[in-house]
């Protein structure tokens, strides 16, 4: 820089704040489609810990990536649900058969 013209360096100056500038705008448009990906995850009771993954600066394209995520997501529990549930179910008589209870005898009853 110290060889550069008065121009030069104010080129310079400006090609560099201009890419700051740009950097800034680019995190902050990130952020913000996180939080509105955080609001609509919450609103659909999902976990919003996924907003980063579903987060797009584009609203049609996050609610899509919303909808695919749910749909995996409930995908996910069921079969996870039907694998905890799986095995025989007890086995309980429906029929009276010579029902005694210990308790109740000795009451006489």
């Known amino acids: 820089m110290a060889t550069m013209s008065a121009e030069d360096r104010a080129k310079a100056e400006m090609d560099k704040r201009q890419k700051d500038f740009e950097n800034e705008r680019q995190q ?14 919450a609103a659909q ?45 007890p086995k309980i008589s429906r029929e009276k058969e010579n029902l005694t209870d210990p308790f109740l005898s000795g009451l006489g009853m």
Request: hydrophobic share 45%; no cysteine; charged share 35%.
């Open 28 to 41: 902050y448009v990130s952020e913000r489609a996180e939080f509105e990906a955080a609001k609509e995850l």
């Open 45 to 89: 009771n999902l976990p919003v810990n996924f907003a980063r993954m579903v987060a797009d600066a584009d609203k049609d394209i996050m609610a899509e990536n919303i909808e695919r995520f749910k749909a995996e997501y409930m995908k996910a529990i069921e079969s996870g649900l039907s694998e905890r549930l799986k095995g025989v179910p």
